[in-house]
């Protein structure tokens, strides 16, 4: 199986400074209620999907962390700038902000490793800069397309319209994202052994386009809640078997009995 190091993070060579002198999640700002693209139902149930979908075999789950809608600081020149994806994932660092808390940003100087991807969901506000198409002004901060491509050097990023139902996947190579045509509505990350791909199907009661995590086996990881049906479904079909093994066990010593008593012989 191919894997990948975390991608340490360098702060640059003039802002060597040691943790304690940095800004930290306490002191940045973790929500703007004036930010555009607040989150509706899509932003919510969506990337729940992909949370409970995501298990790359070789990183143990408390070596995974992955986030919703949350800060993302990325620039120690500008301590304050930050970007928040609609659901990302880091591999190699602990689930758990130094393995025993929450975190309320990911603080790219504190955490010293990047997201290996990201997902924006299309939305009507935020739809230029999602997808690289907006300029900025000089004195601006820099829009996420250059956040993600050019600053943090993001291996994969996956924008999804829930409108057209288009999953577009851009892959960092040479310096730039490439994009990644989906084949049959999938895309394979062969880094993580994982692929990400529109399945049509019922999630929290709603049948439409999801967009959802399939292993090398083009099977669709299954969430907790379809691993309980499914549990229950071979607990149902052993205990039906075992049944079946009964009766067919009860036939057999009855005819064995009435064969018997055929010969006069009084089964015991």
């Known amino acids: 199986m191919l894997s990948i190091p975390p991608k340490k993070w360098i702060p640059p060579t003039d802002l060597q400074l040691s943790k304690a002198q ?64 609609d659901w990302f994932a880091v591999l190699g660092v602990p689930r758990f902000y130094e393995g025993r808390e929450l975190r309320y940003s990911y603080v790219i100087w504190q955490e010293e490793v990047a997201p290996f991807l990201v997902v924006e969901l299309l939305s009507e506000g935020t739809e230029s800069e999602d997808l690289g198409q907006t300029v900025r002004d000089i004195k601006q901060p820099p829009t996420k397309w250059q956040v993600y491509e050019q600053i943090l050097q993001i291996p994969y990023y996956i924008v999804f319209s829930r409108i057209s139902n288009e999953l577009r996947v851009f892959h960092w190579q040479a310096g730039r994202y490439q994009a990644l045509p989906p084949h049959e509505g999938r895309v394979w990350l062969p880094e993580i052994q994982l692929g990400i791909g529109l399945w049509l199907g019922d999630y929290q009661g709603l049948e439409r386009q999801w967009l959802r995590w399939y292993n090398a086996q083009h099977q669709w990881i299954p969430t907790p809640v379809e691993r309980e049906q499914q549990r229950t479904q071979q607990e149902r079909q052993r205990a039906e078997q075992e049944h079946q093994r009964a009766e067919q066990e009860y036939q057999r010593a009855e005819q064995l009995a009435a064969q018997l008593r055929a010969l006069g012989i009084e089964p015991k």
Do not use: M
């Not at 703007?32 to 143990?60: A, M």
């Open 22 to 85: 940095l800004p930290t999640r306490y002191d940045l700002p973790s929500e703007d209620p004036e930010e555009p693209g607040l989150p509706d139902d899509f932003h919510y149930y969506q990337p729940q999907l992909l949370r409970e979908t995501f298990c790359p075999p070789d990183y143990p789950p408390e070596q995974i962390y992955v986030a919703t809608d949350l800060n993302l600081y990325y620039d120690l020149q500008h301590s304050t700038w930050y970007k928040r994806p």
